[in-house]
T-cell receptor, first 116, second 113 residues
Framework: AQTVTQSQPEMSVQEAETVTLSCTYDTSESDYYLFWYKQPPSRQMILVIRQEAYKQQNATENRFSVNFQKAAKSFSLKISDSQLGDAAMYFCAYLSFGGGSEKLVFGKGTKLTVNP | KAGVTQTPRYLIKTRGQQVTLSCSPISGHRSVSWYQQTPGQGLQFLFEYFSETQRNKGNFPGRFSGRQFSNSRSEMNVSTLELGDSALYLC????????????FGPGTRLTVT
C-alpha cells in the first residue's frame, strides 16, 4: 500500500518570502500522480498543483512549484512571494495511475502560517 | 459551472442514530469519492462510485455505506453512530475514472454526542 509522509506539522513564513513544504511517499508503482492540495480555514479543499510521475519536468503554477525527485520519492512544494492568502493546511496526495481507482492517499498535512 | 455541493453542511446526532449525507458532483462528472477527515487520522478514503457502481472501498466498518444514483449524485450513510464518527466528511468528483483531478465539496461537519 502507498503511504505519504509530511514531516512538518507546522511551518511559518514571512509575507513575500519563500517557503518549502516537504513530502515523501512510498510506492512500488512506476506510474502515478502526485498532488498538493490547499485547505484554507473555510475547509474547501483546492488543488494547487499536480505532477505526473512519468514527466521529468517539475510542475509550476504561478508562484507554486514542485521539486519532484522520483528516485528519492520526494515531492516538495515551493511557494514563492508568500501572501497572506496562502495561509492554510497543505496536503500532499498520491494517486495510482490507471487501474480505475480515484483513491487519493493523503499525508497528515502541514499547517502554513504567513506572517505580515 | 457549479462546484461540488454537499448537504447538510452541519449535523449533530446522538450515539446510536443513523445519518445520511448527500453529495452532488459537478455537472458531467461521473465519479464520486468520499473521505473522512479527523484531527487524529487525517484524511481517509471511504469509498468511490462510478456510474452507480462502487469501485473501491476504504478500511471502514460496514456501518459506513454509500450509493450513487443515475444522475451521479451520491449519498453516504452511517448507521449506529459512535462518538468516533465525529468528523468532516468530504466528497470529491472527477470527470472520469483515471482522471487526475478531483474537485472537492465544502464538506459536512458531523458531530456525534
Amino acid at each position: 500500500a502507498q503511504t505519504v509522509t509530511q514531516s512538518q506539522p507546522e511551518m511559518s513564513v514571512q509575507e513575500a518570502e519563500t517557503v518549502t513544504l516537504s513530502c515523501t511517499y512510498d510506492t512500488s508503482e512506476s506510474d502515478y500522480y502526485l498532488f498538493w492540495y490547499k485547505q484554507p480555514p473555510s475547509r474547501q479543499m483546492i488543488l494547487v498543483i499536480r505532477q505526473e510521475a512519468y514527466k521529468q519536468q517539475n510542475a509550476t503554477e504561478n508562484r507554486f512549484s514542485v521539486n519532484f525527485q522520483k528516485a528519492a520519492k520526494s515531492f516538495s512544494l515551493k511557494i514563492s512571494d508568500s501572501q497572506l492568502g496562502d495561509a492554510a493546511m497543505y496536503f500532499c496526495a498520491y494517486l495510482s495511475f490507471g487501474g480505475g481507482s480515484e483513491k487519493l492517499v493523503f499525508g497528515k498535512g502541514t499547517k502554513l502560517t504567513v506572517n505580515p | 459551472k457549479a462546484g461540488v455541493t454537499q448537504t447538510p453542511r452541519y449535523l449533530i446526532k446522538t450515539r446510536g442514530q443513523q445519518v445520511t449525507l448527500s453529495c452532488s458532483p459537478i455537472s458531467g462528472h461521473r465519479s464520486v469519492s468520499w473521505y473522512q477527515q479527523t484531527p487524529g487520522q487525517g484524511l481517509q478514503f471511504l469509498f468511490e462510485y462510478f456510474s452507480e457502481t462502487q469501485r473501491n472501498k476504504g478500511n471502514f466498518p460496514g456501518r459506513f455505506s454509500g450509493r450513487q444514483f443515475s444522475n451521479s449524485r451520491s449519498e453516504m450513510n452511517v448507521s449506529t453512530l459512535e462518538l468516533g464518527d465525529s468528523a468532516l466528511y468530504l466528497c470529491a468528483s472527477s470527470s472520469q475514472v483515471g482522471s487526475n483531478e478531483q474537485y472537492f465539496g465544502p464538506g459536512t461537519r458531523l458531530t456525534v454526542t
